[in-house]
Structure formats: C-alpha cells, structure tokens
C-alpha cells in the first residue's frame, strides 16, 4: 500500500506561484510512474503533470510551460512547480502513483487562483 499526502496549496493571485509537495511512502525510484491531476469544480479530473521512473515527463496542453513536475528520490517527494497561474487552474491537486499493477490515490490539495 502506497500512502501520498500533498501539501502547498493554498490562495494566489493570478501571475502568482504555488509549489506542491506530494510525500511518498514507498521509495518513488520504485514507482514506474507518478503524477498530478487536478480537478475543477463540476468538471472531470485531469492529468496536469506525469513523470516516469526514467524521467520522462508529459504535461498537460494548458499547462506546458508554465508548470514542472519533479522528483526527488531521496526525498521520496514529488513536487510540481506551478507558475504564472490563472483563475482557471483553480482545482484540487492530486497525487498520483502508479505501482506495479496498482494506482494510489493521495487525499489532494486545494488551490485557488484570483483574478
């Protein structure tokens, strides 16, 4: 059983920053991949950000270039760098494992971007 817990969220401004953490209780250099999706009110949850065990990352078309996704293995955490925010990245952020033949979920964590 993989346990993820996020953190960082919080209330920005549009333009602004946020950072999130997901800790990781599995060795994440284990982990064949991991993610952040998010989901908006009414809406269906998305993938934001994913990067496999090797490093290679995809993104989600409203986020390129504006959003990192991130692994530190000695951490075990995963971090997704979100810059120049807009009301519509409004949403909870989840993290996400896949391991062997399972997925996990973590509880997420809630942004909010202002206009």
């Known amino acids: 059983q993989v346990q993820l817990v996020e953190s960082g969220g919080g209330l920005v401004q549009a333009g602004g920053s946020l950072r999130l953490s997901c800790g990781v209780s599995e060795s994440i250099s284990n982990i064949n991949a991991m993610g952040w999706y998010r989901q908006a009110p009414g809406k269906q949850r998305e993938l934001v950000a994913r990067v496999t065990y090797d490093g290679i990352t995809n993104y989600g078309d409203s986020v390129k270039g504006r959003f990192t996704i991130s692994r530190d293995n000695a951490k075990n955490t995963v971090y997704l760098q979100m810059n120049s925010l807009k009301p519509e990245d409004t949403g909870r952020y989840y993290c996400?494992?896949?391991?062997?033949?399972?997925?996990?979920w973590g509880q997420g964590t809630q942004v909010f971007v202002s206009s």
């Open positions: 996400h494992a896949a391991y062997l033949i399972s997925e996990y």
